[in-house]
């Protein structure tokens, strides 16, 4: 179960929350103004991905044909171009 809490209470019980982290491996969200904003998570959790990393992705997409990639690429693309909130050259 994730926990939520505002970020003036996370201020002033951060020494609790860490604790609640490292000993009972919880994941606490902080929010601002009703929206989260930031994690508390176990640091294992972050060293477990790093070691991971793109080791994890190679080979994700081999079993793609040509046709596929290229039509990956495509709506990449498409999409790039259709974002409005921001200017991209193509």
């Known amino acids: 179960m994730i926990r939520t809490i505002a970020i003036t209470d996370a201020k002033a019980k951060l020494s609790e929350l860490v604790n609640r982290v490292l000993y009972n491996k919880e994941k606490i969200y902080i929010s601002k103004k009703g929206k989260n904003v930031a994690a508390l998570i ?49």
């Open 42 to 90: 176990p640091i294992e959790e972050i060293e477990k991905d790093k070691k991971e990393g793109l080791i994890c992705a190679k080979g994700a997409l081999s079993d793609l044909g040509d046709s596929e990639i290229d039509e990956m690429v495509e709506m990449i693309y498409k999409a790039r171009k259709d974002e409005k909130s921001r200017q991209v050259d193509i």
